[in-house]
């Protein structure tokens, strides 16, 4: 079956300018996680998705925001970008029956964004 | 809070050697712990998890990485390791009953060599 699909692969945007990254879970899967990873934080979870709603949120400001659709598909969106915002970001995939689902989780390969 | 610790950034190990890869966690209640591996240029992929059951728990590719509660730790382990082994390996926690918030450990970057 199809893998987690990220959109695009990589983008270069200016600083102010605002960005809308896609990821299109596995199919049948209703949970949709965002992490930012950067060299010096690591890998940090933005937010999770599960049918239309957000369930859970990280520890960034309010420029970064995302939605579900009906489909599962999920994107986020970054305003007003900084030069710091320039991170891979990566989507993960579950098949969440429940909240204490218990099943692992699909990455996508993830969107390399370059704010300059 | 919870939190994930790799104590070492690089292992390097010959090939053909046993490797192990540290991994203590802080999490309340029963943790989900997992072991991801990442490759240069691509995302992360599944290597093993531990949700609950025996402590040792067996993954892809013959890693095994061994559940230990008193001292908090989820090692990442193979008997024999491979050059394509090299990669960044990263320890993640969930707190089990909520929600799907991954927490990561720095990743310990593997060097298997000749």
């Known amino acids: 079956k199809a893998g987690v699909t990220q959109t695009p692969r990589y983008l270069i945007k200016t600083r102010g300018q605002q960005v809308t990254l896609s990821c299109s879970p596995i199919?049948?899967?209703?949970?949709v996680s965002w992490y930012q990873q950067t060299p010096g934080q690591g890998l940090q979870f933005l937010f999770e998705?599960?049918?239309?709603?957000?369930?859970n949120k990280g520890n960034f400001p309010g420029r970064f925001s995302g939605r579900q659709f009906s489909n599962s598909r999920s994107e986020m969106n970054v305003s007003t970008l900084e030069l710091g915002d320039s991170a891979l970001y990566l989507c993960?995939?579950?098949?969440?029956?429940?909240?204490?689902?218990?099943?692992?989780?699909?990455f996508g390969s993830g969107t390399r964004l370059t704010v300059v | 809070a919870q939190s994930v610790a790799q104590p070492e950034d690089q292992v390097n190990v010959a090939e053909g050697n046993p490797l192990t890869v540290k991994c203590t966690y802080s999490?309340?209640?029963?943790?989900?712990l997992f072991w991801y591996v990442q490759y240069p240029n691509r995302g992360l992929q599944f290597l093993l998890k531990?949700?609950?059951?025996?402590?040792l728990v067996k993954g892809s590719y013959g890693f095994e990485a061994e559940f230990n509660k008193s001292q908090t730790s989820f090692h990442l382990k193979k008997p024999s390791a491979l050059v394509s082994d090299s990669a960044l390996y990263f320890c993640?926690?969930?707190?089990?009953?909520?929600?799907?918030?991954?927490?990561f450990g720095t990743g310990t970057q593997l060097k298997v060599e000749l």
């Open positions: 993960a995939s579950s098949l969440a029956l429940s909240r204490t689902q218990t099943g692992g989780y699909t």
């Open positions: 999490v309340s209640g029963n943790p989900y």
């Open positions: 998705y599960f049918s239309e709603t957000q369930r």
């Open positions: 199919s049948g899967h209703r949970s």
């Open positions: 531990y949700i609950t059951g025996d402590n």
């Open positions: 993640v926690a969930r707190k089990g009953g909520g929600g799907n918030k991954l927490t």
